[in-house]
T-cell receptor, first 112, second 115 residues
Framework: SQQGEEDPQALSIQEGENATMNCSYK?????LQWYRQNSGRGLVHLIL?????REKHSGRLRVTLDTSKKSSSLLITASRAADTASYFC????????????FGSGTRLLVRP | GAVVSQHPSWVICKSGTSVKIECRSL??????MFWYRQFPKQSLMLMAT?????????EQGVEKDKFLINHASLTLSTLTVTSAHPEDSSFYIC???????????FGEGSWLTVV
């Protein structure tokens, strides 16, 4: 079953601008992860944030987590054309840390 | 680093035939692997949890007799799509956990086209 919803479904920005994607989920979680997927390819793990963390950074990526609102956001700063991809949040729950439920995804297009 | 390998990367089969997709953890053992399906422009949907040495656990709405999962060793899980139909055409991707509670590795995925 799909747990999360992401918005926007699609986002088109100019190179150099920031991109923000939001994810909401329904149940309590162990952690939340963000993945990137280029068209027709496998997943690339971007960042994991634990349920007791509120913010995490990795390079140009910034992830926030608000467990009270059951939501997370992914910010990509100074976007590049190579950031064009689909981005998914995924949550794991108590029964298995490895069993992921994915959000609906955001398709990001960065125009050069 | 740890890698999960999927084979084949893409396969075309005739309607009514069966096709097997393999998922291997190359340098670590995985007692549990997971199979996902992704239709074009959609998200990944968890199909089942593959358990080494025991029956797979299927998500609601996934036909266990149609999607046969076998996890006969600690490094190999297979997904067999039986009596495939064009609507089974999809991207199938597997994952395995490293064992530290957090790290998950995904295979590169397998494109199935049923004609």
């Amino acid at each position: 079953s799909q747990q999360g919803e992401e918005d926007p479904q699609a986002l088109s920005i100019q190179e150099g601008e920031n991109a923000t994607m939001n994810c909401s989920y329904k149940t309590s979680i162990n952690n939340l992860q963000w993945y990137r997927q280029n068209s027709g390819r496998g997943l690339v793990h971007l960042i994991l944030i634990r349920s007791n963390e509120r913010e995490k950074h990795s390079g140009r990526l910034r992830v926030t987590l608000d467990t009270s609102k059951k939501s997370s956001s992914l910010l990509i700063t100074a976007s590049r054309a190579a950031d064009t991809a689909s981005y998914f949040c995924a949550t794991s729950r108590g029964d298995s840390s490895y069993k992921l439920i994915f959000g609906s995804g955001t398709r990001l297009l960065v125009r050069p | 680093g740890a890698v999960v390998s999927q084979h084949p990367s893409w396969v075309i089969c005739k309607s009514g035939t069966s096709v097997k997709i393999e998922c291997r953890s190359l340098d670590f053992q995985a007692t549990t692997m997971f199979w996902y399906r992704q239709f074009p422009k959609q998200s990944l949907m968890l199909m089942a949890t593959s358990n080494e040495g025991s029956k797979a656990t299927y998500e609601q709405g996934v036909e266990k007799d149609k999607f046969l999962i076998n996890h006969a060793s600690l490094t190999l899980s297979t997904l067999t799509v039986t009596s495939a139909h064009p609507e089974d055409s999809s991207f199938y991707i597997c994952s395995a956990g490293l064992g530290n509670g957090n790290t998950i590795y995904f295979g590169e995925g397998s494109w199935l086209t049923v004609v």
